[in-house]
């Protein structure tokens, strides 16, 4: 069975900082990407980071901020939150894009993403 399952979010003032994790289960992961999204109400479901085995990509207003990372061993990859910021506010939910070659470069779009999890809630106050 097919599992992703994000934890590690929570209320936060602003200027600080949360450690999200997505911990898969079910599939190979070393042949997936991992990606984190976010969602508010009344907005698109947006990407935030992703990282494969051999690259890693964020939006313009995080790279600064957040840092992705991979442990394969424990088959998670985890989200580093700095300067959060009340826009960060939103469900972050990780998802899984199938890597078809060493190099493969992940995106941010959603489209390709085959495997969801159920999301974890974080909220930053002013």
């Known amino acids: 069975e097919v599992q992703l399952v994000e934890s590690g979010g929570g209320l936060v003032q602003a200027g600080g900082s949360l450690r999200l994790s997505c911990t898969a289960s079910?599939?190979?992961?070393?042949?997936?990407?991992i990606g984190w999204f976010r969602q508010v109400p009344g907005k698109e479901r947006e990407g935030v980071s992703c990282i494969s085995s051999s690259d890693s990509t964020y939006r313009d207003s995080v790279k600064d901020r957040f840092t992705i990372s991979r442990d394969s061993a424990k088959n998670t990859v985890y989200l580093q939150m700095n300067s959060l910021k009340p826009e960060d506010t939103a469900v972050y939910y990780c998802?899984?894009?199938?890597?078809?070659?060493?190099?493969?470069?992940?995106?941010?779009?959603?489209?390709?993403?085959?495997?969801w999890g159920q999301g974890t809630q974080v909220t930053v106050s002013s």
């Open positions: 079910g599939f190979t992961f070393d042949d997936y990407a």
């Open positions: 998802g899984a894009e199938r890597s078809w070659y060493r190099a493969y470069a992940c995106g941010l779009g959603t489209l390709k993403y085959e495997y």
